[in-house]
Structures are given as structure tokens and as C-alpha cells.
């Protein structure tokens, strides 16, 4: 018997892509669903576009203290087994949560599971094919050290049981980039990762996203977090390295595709 799934998307002002994250979502033919969105008070269309969606979903729009704050409000009120957030700009492959849920049923003794997730642009195009298998690489070689110095690990396709919650509690809300990071940083203390080698996921890059438009502070925010759980200064040096080599590459790409 597959495991209760609950879903959480935060949202602020995505109607552009809110419609395929939920149809990525909704469209899963999963036994056993719970799908929330948690909407910060939108401007735009999301709204309207939610209400569409009322009878496969629940959401709610009111100001919040930002995304952590947001996907813990509706991680708090899961019923699900297992648990999960996608952005509303990301999306699910076909057969994810079916993946997932099968997995987990096979192996009670996963507390979080891992796959595979390609880069996106806006019309849904794979980009940075790169960055996904220099991410990919790291992901088979699956060390918690490596951790400490690469995040390997793609949050939409990333799902723990509800009960590492209770171990380790839910995401620090005073982190507004790279909270991901900070999460699997702390899982991995107490739990081994396990990994599927299949897509589960797109991650979408767009210039209003903040792998898009702040890269640089996803980065930094990273080598902050770092500080916080690595005593070793030689591991900290080596995150250093890898986040300056990094950030290079990033600006580097970015120029030529302003040119």
C-alpha cells in the first residue's frame, strides 16, 4: 500500500507558471494525495487561477513571512506520510509520486529520498545540461562530507516521511535563500540519503526566479549555512573555493547571454 503523499507550493506572484506546477501536480494519478498551496497574498491572477483548482487542491492567500514561513505553514497542517514542497515555478515528471510512494513502501527504513532533476526554461525547454550532470556526479557519489562543500542535492525532487519532522523540526524561516540546504544539512546528521535514479523533476531558471535573478546570494547563503554546521576549517575552505569557483562560472554564463 503506497503512503499518504502531502504536497506543499508555496507561491507569490507566479501566475505566468502556477498552472503547470499544479497540473504537474494534480495530474500524478496518485492513490493518495494531499495537495496544499500557500499562497503569501498575490497581486496577480494566481488567485483566480487557485480557485479553479479548489476541488483537487487546498490553498489559502495571506501575507506571510516569506517562502520558509510559507512551506512551513502548510507542512505543519500535512496529513501526508511522506512530505514534499515544489515551487510554483517547478514542476513534477509524470510518475513522480508514484515513484516516490513505491519507494518508500518498499524501504520503511528511507526517512528521505533523492532523484533526479533537469534545469528548465520558461517555455519548459531542458537548459544547463552542465550544471545537471556535474550535479548528478556528486548526487552517485552520495557523501554527506561532499555535502558540506557541494549542494548536490535538487529540492524538487527531494521527499522525506513526516516523522523526521518530529526529529529535527521544519525550516529555519529566518532563511530566505538556500533553506533547502540548511534542511538536508541537518536530515543528514541523523539519516543516510537514499537516491532513485530516475527524473522526478524540472527546477525552472527564469529572470524573475531566484536561481534566475539572485544566484549570487543562493550561493553566499550557502556558504553562511555551511558556517553554521561545519567545525572543520579545511571542509569551510573548500566550500569557499567551490562557491567562488562557482559564482565565476555563473557570471561568466550570464554575460554571454546578455551579449
Known sequence: MYPKITIVTPSL???RFISRTIESVVNQ???S????VMDGGSTDDTVTILRRYSGQLTWKSEKDLGQSHAVNKGLRS?????VAFLNSDDIYDPGALLTIGK???EHPEAAWVTGRCRNIDPEGRVIRK???CYKNFWLWVNSQRILKIINFISQPATFWRRSVMEKIGYLDENIH???DYDYWLRIGRLYPLHIIWKNLACFRIHPNSKAGSSANKQFDSEMEIARRHINSHMILGLHEIHRMLTVGIYTRFHHRQDR
Not at 494525495?33 to 496544499?36: A, F, G, R, V
Open 13 to 15: 506572484n507566479q501566475a
Open 29 to 31: 494519478n496518485y492513490p
Open 33 to 36: 494525495l494531499e495537495y496544499i
Open 78 to 82: 500535512a496529513c501526508g506520510d511522506v
Open 103 to 105: 519507494y518508500f513502501s
Open 130 to 132: 552542465w550544471i545537471t
Open 177 to 179: 535563500y538556500a533553506m
